[in-house]
């Protein structure tokens, strides 16, 4: 696609293909960072839970959850990557960022369990 700011890419604006490189993005999140596949299956069926049970704030509740922890699992696997490749020996400025971006996904995991712990413990109590 066009990069309007730089002007390089091939002309022209598809907004199918644009999802299809979005769905295709997370489908390699899912099948090959395993810590985004394991949140991913869990959410799965916890709002399969929530959905069945009718309990629409909390079938919003865990998605919006999910895909914040997905997001924060992505860019922080992006930004590694990123990192790796410009810098593949050991740099003090590299680990702080790649300590920072794991800080922002840490933060996200922990509301993600946070959330998907107590609808659990509700549906058990139930």
């Given at each position: 696609m066009r990069n309007k700011f730089l002007?390089?890419?091939?002309?022209g604006f598809h907004p199918l293909r644009k999802v299809r490189v979005a769905l295709s993005g997370v489908r390699y999140a899912v099948v090959y960072d395993f810590a985004v596949a394991y949140k991913t299956v869990?959410?799965?069926?916890?709002?399969?839970?929530?959905?069945?049970?009718?309990?629409?704030?909390?079938?919003g509740l865990v998605l919006?959850?999910?895909?914040?922890?997905?997001?924060?699992?992505m860019f922080n696997t992006a930004i590694e990557a990123?990192?790796?490749?410009?810098?593949?020996?050991?740099?003090?400025?590299?680990?702080?960022i790649k300590d920072i971006s794991a800080a922002a996904t840490g933060i996200s995991i922990l509301i993600w369990v946070v959330v998907v712990v107590a609808?659990?413990?509700?549906?058990?109590?139930?």
């Open positions: 002007g390089t890419g091939q002309p869990l959410s799965i069926l916890l709002l399969i839970a929530c959905f069945y049970n009718r309990r629409w704030i909390d079938f919006v959850v999910t895909g914040m922890m997905m997001v924060s699992e990123l990192c790796d490749f410009v810098e593949s020996r050991h740099n003090e400025k590299i680990k702080i609808e659990v413990v509700r549906f058990i109590q139930k």
